[in-house]
DNA sequence: AAAGTTCATGCAACCAAGTTGCAAAGTTAC
DNA sequence: GTAACTTTGCAACTTGGTTGCATGAACTTT
């Protein structure tokens, strides 16, 4: 069921201000991940200051999540409303070398790895990079 | 069979001047993965931007690898001999939290993952973040 | 051997992304 | 309405990485 931003936001305690109900929606809007200037872009009005304390908000409170593709720029989606950001909530995900958009792959979980004896896991991230559907003719 | 260093070099087709040397020696020193940064603390004369142009001789050239762990500087290792950084070449690494290295998990290669349909991919990387074995008391 | 060519190195300056400090504006509590 | 707290905006800074360019070393050609 689709929630609505002020709940997205409640749910999370998040204070639901008009900027961030702004920045909700750009990210409810987004079919790829978004970086902190790409976000920008979006915005005539807003500093670049207060979008990165925004996104910092929301990710501490796991509305959304951060994926550092390898490009230099990180990118942000929003969580499942189930995501608690655990390593059984998360996900692979794609970078396409041709568009260079971020995927959220939710149905693909990251599978499991053995680690050597007496190595502790606390998180784990997968990216893959090749080329998206949108590109592959 | 241990190569000597100007073997190494010749092998992946790098000139083997003074200041390479000096780098490869460090970086067969290391057991674990270097950044620039770091490297640059071993040497008092050596420049920043050599070093760097250095290590990106020696990753063109699939002497070494680089290693985004995600603490926003790269890290580098040294490849094996036969690595030509193809797919199946890639392991794991992992970042451990309390001590900050990274290591090359050379041993666990990436499990594969399926891709949803048209996802077409080029390369991967798998990065866990725990407490290695060294700090795990 | 001298001159030309290529490549490596060093210094300075630049760049992009992210981050901090602080004051002004807005919101909530009493 | 005033005080306390939170959010926002501007400026300035930090870090890691990168480029431009001049000097210097090392091979190549004649
Ligand atoms: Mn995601
Ligand atoms: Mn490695
Ligand atoms: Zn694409
Ligand atoms: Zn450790």
Redesign the pocket.
């Known amino acids: 069921m689709a929630q609505n931003p002020d709940n997205l936001l409640n749910n999370r305690n998040?204070?639901p201000?008009?900027?961030?109900e702004l920045v909700l929606k750009v990210l409810t809007e987004q079919t790829t991940a978004i970086?902190?200037?790409e976000l920008e872009h979006k915005f005539h009005?807003?500093?670049?200051?207060?979008l990165?304390?925004?996104l910092?908000?929301f990710e501490e409170n796991k509305l959304i999540h951060s994926i550092d593709d390898g490009t230099?720029?990180?990118k942000y989606a929003l969580c499942t409303e189930s995501c608690q950001c655990n390593p059984d909530d998360l996900h692979v995900h794609f970078f396409c070398t041709l568009c260079h958009h971020t995927f959220c792959l939710n149905d693909i979980p990251i599978p499991s790895v053995n680690l050597p004896v007496h190595f502790n896991l606390e998180s784990i991230s997968m990216v893959v990079k090749g080329i998206c559907s949108n590109c592959k003719k």
């Open positions: 998040i204070k201000t008009a900027m961030r970086s902190l200037a009005k807003a500093d670049k200051v207060t990165f304390r925004t910092k908000t230099g720029s990180v």
